[in-house]
């Protein structure tokens, strides 16, 4: 499946040993300082909007959310799993 098309810009001016820190951290984990910067970018915005206190829904995605915390509760097996497992850290 074809990636989606990029066709948006974004220019940002830095400090050049915060260039040279980047290009280095993306040269590290294989990709392109353009692809570097657009995931770690987008990352850190889904960490800030996480932490909003409000958020704005308009009526329909409202209601399917009301449902969804209406419903009982299913255990994920994997959870259970997971818990049920001994603990290797002690306090």
Avoid: C, Y
């Amino acid at each position: 499946m074809p990636s989606p098309t990029k066709n948006s810009r974004l220019n940002v001016r830095l400090r050049a040993v915060d260039d040279e820190l980047i290009r280095r951290a993306a040269q590290q984990t294989g990709q392109s300082v353009s692809e570097f910067l657009t995931t770690s970018a987008i990352e850190r915005a889904h960490e800030v909007l996480a932490d909003q206190r409000d958020f704005v829904l308009d009526e329909g995605t409202w209601n399917e959310f009301t449902r969804l915390l209406d419903e009982p509760s299913r255990p994920d097996p994997r959870l259970v799993e997971l818990f049920a497992r001994p603990q290797r850290i002690t306090r």
